[in-house]
């Protein structure tokens, strides 16, 4: 019976098209007389827009049904319940067919003829969260297949979709990337050569540069020139790297898959740089790590957080998927450790991610989150104009610090990874564009840098590069200078090691910081989070306290409900929801909260900052005190301290507040932040409750 139901439905709703055979860079970079006038006017004779859409996270299910039960024993597959027909928001529901549908029509007359390339960052299948309808191979591979026929419908060109030329057959480039559920058992791949690595190399064909394909089956990466000679999206199957994927194991041994994918990526990136080239990097897990959590193994990240600090002339930035949740990680290379990189030291006390987050752990992720960014040095403004007259020297010496602190004056300690929120509406279905700077980009010439132009030494014995370090007075707050210190101190560990390890060289010498850090051709300049309230399009409920009822089917620990859990429909019939669309939550080119003037390392480096005070500046402060509650100087300044108060220095005793009392939170960047996160789907006194402070408690500044 599920058979007929997955061919009649699948039958239905994929492309009339047959998919075209292959996917070609934007122009063929061996007929470099046509280079100049096929730049200008960019792909398929399109201009370069300076925009690219990231999607991510469609779980397209097709036994979902409206009005069904969201409750975790009928999955909205059966039963009667809110699930509406565009999908059931705020629960674990997966994407209906026509979310899908919807989306792409969206996309189609919204964001077609306004995007250079589309970033496609996995999990494209639905969830085995029904026992009573296991996942098969049949269709984790068909939903992949729909969904590529979904870009075809959108993005090919018709007039060449079913012609033998396998080298026309799109406006724009589409770059995909593995997720754990487009896998079964889901989160478990196995080295490749493998049947999972095939079965891609054919559904993703068109996508994949044929002289990549013998690569791909072996490992399921690789990457596109979206704008050949100039700029390339590497396509990371972070699989390898999951902390989750028993199949594997880290990144320390070359046998594994994973120390295999990072040397291509390694490789990849300093070919890239000899040709002056620049590279974005996605993937479908982040690299996220707090003191608790983690979602690679540590050796993993140890490996690509130094790979990104080497390399940081040439990686533009990286994107993700996965947590569905909104928000961004910093990298910091002073968290390398020599060790890790070498191979398995003492096991990493941290608790895994897995396979997705609910509220409650989110919310512990992001907490934890602000707690380290609460302890970021200060990010000093770059100037270019001389320091007034009379400034006091310690004034100097205090900037001169902060400098050194983050790696110099573009925080180059650091590097950046964006996590976009997903289409399955665990929370709201989201898109994400991202504008990046065009300027020069059609007459901008690649400039190759020579073997000898380098700062930090060369790939090779580990000694030489420290030489190099130091002989070159490397600022000792960058990631590299730490490394070599560690490896003075651990002596005989170290030498026994060292010559298994090889360090990529860092930036030559002259060049000047990379488009992460420094405002340049390629450097993203700013993106629009787009998000369709499906409350309101589904229009299901009117009762309005049902839709402020977003506390106790949405925060949780286990299967969501939703925030209608409980409630019926008030429409027996087959629904007709108004007009789909996708509408602006916020963007970050004209935002006054997050006030970001760019998406460099630094902007994210301040906002983070910001993010972490718990004595936010005037500027940054919710108003706490009402006028029945008197402030008291007595108690910490945010309800993460009551959390956290450990970490602190002064310890404070805290008279118990009862579980009804009211919180309010005081900074208003973090509690922009932790609304953003959940695509703003939660009511904002639940935000208060779990993000903030008991009200009337604290001193405003």
């Known amino acids: 019976m599920h058979l007929l139901i997955w061919s009649l439905l699948f039958g239905a709703l994929s492309s009339s098209h047959a998919a075209p055979t292959t996917q070609k860079p934007l122009l063929d970079i061996g007929h470099k007389d046509r280079l100049e006038d096929n730049l200008t006017r960019g792909y398929s004779g399109r201009p370069l827009r300076g925009r690219f859409l990231h999607i991510s996270d469609l779980h397209p299910d097709p036994f979902y049904r409206y009005h069904s039960s969201s409750r975790q024993e009928d999955a909205c597959h059966r039963g009667e319940g809110p699930a509406g027909i565009l999908g059931a928001e705020t629960t674990d529901c997966d994407s209906p067919i026509s979310l899908i549908n919807a989306t792409f029509k969206w996309v189609d007359d919204n964001l077609k003829d306004e995007i250079d390339f589309v970033i496609w ?3 494209s299948a639905r969830h085995d969260n029904d026992e009573k309808i296991p996942r098969t191979v049949e269709q984790v591979t068909s939903l992949n297949r729909m969904l590529v026929n979904k870009f075809v419908e959108v993005f090919g060109k018709e ?12 406006i724009i480039p589409i770059i995909p990337a593995w997720g754990n559920n487009d896998i079964l058992p889901h989160n478990i791949l196995a080295k490749g050569p493998n049947p999972w690595t095939k079965r891609y190399l054919d559904i993703w064909r068109k996508f994949i540069p044929e002289e990549q394909r013998h690569s791909f089956e072996r490992g399921g990466w690789f990457y596109v020139e979206v704008i050949p000679n100039k700029l390339a999206v590497l396509s990371l199957n972070t699989l390898y790297f999951f902390d989750s994927n028993a199949a594997v194991d880290g990144c320390a041994d070359p046998s594994e898959p994973g120390y295999q994918h990072l040397e291509w990526l390694r490789i990849q990136l300093q ?26 193994d540590e050796t993993c990240w140890q490996r690509y957080t130094l ?7 040439v990686v533009v930035g990286s994107l993700y998927g996965h947590m569905n949740i909104d928000h961004f990680i910093l990298q910091d290379s ?34 934890e989150l602000r707690s380290e960014w609460s302890h970021l040095p200060e990010l000093p403004k770059v100037s270019s104009t001389r320091e007034k007259r009379g400034k006091k020297e310690n004034g100097h010496a205090k900037k001169e610090k902060s400098i050194k602190n983050i790696g110099g004056p573009w925080g180059e300690r650091y590097s950046l990874s ?15 564009v991202i504008e990046y700077n065009i300027t020069n980009a059609e007459t901008r010439s690649p400039t190759s840098t020579t073997l000898t132009d380098r700062v930090d030494g060369h790939d090779g014995n580990m000694l030489e590069v420290c030489r190099a370090v130091d002989r070159e007075g490397r600022n000792e707050n960058l990631g590299i200078s730490i490394l070599c210190n560690q490896a003075i101190d651990e002596g005989s560990d170290y030498k026994a090691k060292k010559s298994k390890f090889k360090i990529p060289r860092g930036p030559p010498k002259s060049s000047p910081p990379g488009p992460a850090y420094s405002p340049q051709t390629f450097s993203w300049l700013g993106y629009t989070q787009y998000y369709a309230n499906l409350t309101e399009i589904n229009d299901d409920f ?31 019939s087959k629904p007709s929801p108004p007009r789909f669309e996708f509408e602006i ?23 983070a900052g910001r993010i972490g005070q718990y004595k936010p500046k005037k500027g940054d402060q919710i108003p706490t005190q009402t006028s029945n509650d008197k402030p008291s100087a007595q108690e910490p300044e945010d309800h993460d301290l009551l959390q956290s108060g450990k970490k602190h220095k002064k310890k404070k005793k805290h008279r118990k507040h009862p579980k009804h009392e009211k919180r309010k939170a005081i900074n208003r960047v973090w509690f922009t932040f932790v609304g953003r996160a959940f695509v703003g789907s939660r009511d904002d006194n639940d935000l208060h409750n779990e993000f903030g402070q008991p009200v009337g408690l604290f001193q405003d500044n």
């Not at 007039?159 to 799109?170: C, M």
């Not at 620049?278 to 959590?293: C, D, F, N, Q, Y």
């Not at 977003?550 to 008030?570: I, L, Q, T």
């Open 585 to 607: 939550e916020y963007d970050t080119r004209d935002d006054k909260i997050f006030d970001l003037k760019d998406l460099t390392v630094k902007s994210f480096v301040t906002l």
């Open 121 to 123: 960052t996995g999990d």
């Open 542 to 572: 009117t009762d309005s306290t049902v839709l402020r009822a977003m506390n106790e089917g949405v925060v949780g620990s286990g299967w969501k409900e939703g925030k209608h859990h409980g409630k019926h429909p008030k429409k027996k």
């Open 271 to 296: 070919f890239l740089r000899q040709r002056g080239m620049k590279a974005i990097l996605m993937g479908h897990v982040p690299p996220a790590r707090t003191e608790s959590k983690i979602s690679w």
């Open 418 to 432: 964006l996590v976009s929120p997903s289409v399955i509406p665990n929370y709201f279905p989201s898109l994400r």
């Open 334 to 367: 002073h968290n390398l450790d020599l060790l890790s990189l070498l191979g398995p030291n003492e096991p990493i006390k941290r608790t895994s991610i897995g396979d997705k987050l609910n509220t409650q752990s989110a919310a512990s992720y992001l907490t």
């Open 159 to 170: 007039e060449n979709i079913n012609d033998t030329d396998p080298t026309n057959d799109f």
């Open 307 to 313: 790979w990104l600090h080497q390399f940081r002339d």
